[in-house]
């Protein structure tokens, strides 16, 4: 393969990856475009050329076999069934296998697992993003891109491994094509990760970008309200949070890293309190 088909075929699989193809339909590539090839029987030398036999036509190839899976039930449904059972959660692995096994978001029938937290369920911080990526339905890991990336090098700079904070999103699926959640979506996920806040209890609560600031705290303009101690109020107690730039738009605007760094210097100095 020559260079300039390899990047050929690079730019074809980057296409398709943002555009949300990210699954294969079959285990062997099969080349539709191809001509079948009929062999026709040898002329007998000692007798008249038979004739041409005619070339069969291709049988249409069957479509692979679809799962089945059951409607969802209705937003305002989903929704009460989500806060009961998230009620019913007595701990995180409980939660975890309540959310594995609830149907009421019809995200969970396109993604390929749940990505429930990561992190020490007993951490002082807790960080919350939005929705899991690609590579984090991979793996079933939330912030492992990327922008994950840039969230670890941001947490060792004021001295904190990933492993001794506690990250999750509000939405534990990842939406086809990595779009952003509907409002169904979300408010269906909302009771979750309620939960899994109240199960952690950290003494610090950071929400990674404008969704899960308004999602949580109710919160516009992540620009104007960025680096601002709030109250997240939880059924037990408040809990001190801040709004954050999220990981990937730090990417994007690399410029307003500094705002992020005064942000985790603040947290940091908070910890120590």
Known sequence: MTPDQAKSVRDLLSFYIEAGVDIALDEVPADRFADPVTLAPQADP??????????????????????????????????????????????????????????????????????????????????????????????????????????????????????????????????????????????????????????????????LGKPSTATLLGLDGIKRVRGRWVTYKAETRDIRAMPMFHPAYLLRNPIDKRFAWRDFLAIKRALAE
């Open 46 to 207: 000692a007798g008249p050329a038979p004739a041409e036999a005619p070339r069969p036509r291709p049988e249409p190839r069957q479509a692979p076999p679809i799962a089945a899976h059951a409607a969802p039930p209705l937003p305002e449904e989903a929704i009460m069934a989500a806060r009961a059972a998230a009620r019913s959660a007595e701990s995180l692995e409980a939660l975890r296998e309540i959310m594995s096994a609830f149907d009421g978001c019809a995200l969970r029938t396109t993604a390929r697992q749940l990505v429930f937290g990561d992190g020490n369920p007993q951490a002082r911080l807790m960080l919350v993003g939005e929705a899991p990526g690609f590579e984090e339905d991979q793996v079933g890991i939330p912030f492992v891109g990327k922008s994950g990336q840039l969230l670890d090098k941001m947490l060792a700079a004021i001295g904190i491994a990933r492993s001794e904070a506690y990250i999750a999103n509000i939405v534990p699926w990842r939406p086809p094509g990595n779009r952003e959640p509907s409002v169904h979506e979300t408010q269906i996920c909302l009771p979750f990760i309620r939960r899994q806040i109240e199960l952690v209890d950290p003494q610090i609560l950071v929400c």
